[in-house]
């Protein structure tokens, strides 16, 4: 199994900055994709960033320019740097990969359990 688990969110003001993390541990033989994913209230679960194994990235059109996605292979890590938080970047915010757990098997989705983001004054 892989598990991976999240940190780094919290409470912010708007204009503030937060850094999350989410480590994947277990039996992983590779990741391909990574990515950061969010899910407001009595909204859909939207993808923020990804980011691919060679380190493209893409963003979606809300957060471009203010959050950076990044990843470390060695540590099977991905970050999601947040900066000029806004009110509307409040949601719970899940980190996924794309893993495959052998060098031939199939690769499959895991998620983290969430991470509150709050933006408030």
């Known amino acids: 199994q892989v598990q991976l688990v999240e940190s780094g969110g919290g409470l912010v003001q708007p204009g503030g900055s937060l850094r999350l993390s989410c480590a994947a541990s277990?039996?992983?033989?590779?990741?391909?994709?990574m990515n950061w994913y969010r899910q407001a209230p009595g909204k859909e679960r939207e993808l923020v960033a990804s980011?691919?194994?060679?380190?493209?990235?893409n963003y979606a059109d809300s957060v471009k320019g203010r959050f950076t996605i990044s990843r470390d292979n060695a540590k099977n890590t991905v970050y999601l740097q947040m900066n000029s938080l806004k009110f509307e970047d409040t949601a719970v915010y899940y980190c996924?990969?794309?893993?495959?757990?052998?060098?031939?098997?199939?690769?499959?989705?895991?998620w983290g359990q969430g991470t509150q983001v709050t933006v408030s004054s």
């Open positions: 277990g039996s992983i033989f590779s990741i391909n994709a």
């Open positions: 980011i691919s194994s060679g380190g493209s990235t």
């Open positions: 996924n990969a794309v893993v495959r757990q052998t060098g031939w098997g199939p690769m499959y989705d895991y």
